[in-house]
T-cell receptor
Framework: SQQGEEDPQALSIQEGENATMNCSYKTSINNLQWYRQNSGRGLVHLILIRSNEREKHSGRLRVTLDTSKKSSSLLITASRAADTASYFCATDVTSGSRLTFGEGTQLTVNP | DVKVTQSSRYLVKRTGEKVFLECVQDMDHENMFWYRQDPGLGLRLIYFSYDVKMKEKGDIPEGYSVSREKKERFSLILESASTNQTSMYLC?????????????FGEGSRLTVL
């Protein structure tokens, strides 16, 4: 089974609203990363948060990490139609040597 | 600008054909990866490589092989394509050791096997 699981699977909001996506994982991690994928394209790295960090910001993105609950959330503030994409979390497990991706959240921002 | 280039965006092949998917990166990264992406299954790691001529199996290596003769190039080979290998294939590279850093992805190769 996947190490990371995103929730919800799909999210539809209006432009200007905030979007929150969650990721849960099963085993201890070195870091957790979020990626974005526009339809039919490759993934683009958004942000990396290490296991000893609790919160990180990048522009309109805010990521939190709760290692006790083995979960992370990605908040996109003041969303735009151009934010429409799939968002994936990826975990770097401490016992492994590569990233494991979840199934993604499909975000639709309606203009 | 960093760049990972996959040789073909779209391919259509017949069952039993040998298929080569090429990936080239220009960032002098040690680590390179091949994933496949399918609806409902997310991204699954096929093979990865931490150095030239070195390869490691990922989660779903069956039916695939890889080649890394040069640092910048990582090839995925389907020895005898089957219809269940119809998928989007994504190549990625990274600089950090143990593959834990940021991954840079190519645009993907969508393979259809008839």
């Amino acid at each position: 089974s996947q190490q990371g699981e995103e929730d919800p699977q799909a999210l539809s909001i209006q432009e200007g609203e905030n979007a929150t996506m969650n990721c849960s994982y099963k085993t201890s991690i070195n870091n957790l990363q979020w990626y974005r994928q526009n339809s039919g394209r490759g993934l683009v790295h958004l942000i990396l948060i290490r296991s000893n960090e609790r919160e990180k910001h990048s522009g309109r993105l805010r990521v939190t990490l709760d290692t006790s609950k083995k979960s992370s959330s990605l908040l996109i503030t003041a969303s735009r139609a151009a934010d429409t994409a799939s968002y994936f979390c990826a975990t770097d497990v401490t016992s492994g040597s590569r990233l494991t991706f979840g199934e993604g959240t499909q975000l639709t921002v309606n203009p | 600008d960093v760049k990972v280039t996959q040789s073909s965006r779209y391919l259509v092949k017949r069952t039993g054909e040998k298929v080569f998917l090429e990936c080239v990166q220009d960032m002098d990264h040690e680590n390179m990866f091949w994933y496949r992406q399918d609806p409902g299954l997310g991204l699954r790691l096929i093979y990865f490589s931490y150095d030239v001529k070195m390869k490691e199996k990922g989660d779903i290596p069956e039916g695939y092989s890889v080649s890394r003769e040069k640092k910048e190039r990582f090839s995925l080979i389907l020895e005898s394509a089957s219809t269940n290998q119809t998928s989007m294939y994504l190549c990625a590279s990274s600089f950090s050791t143990l593959g834990t850093g940021e991954l840079f992805f190519g645009e993907g190769s969508r393979l259809t096997v008839l």
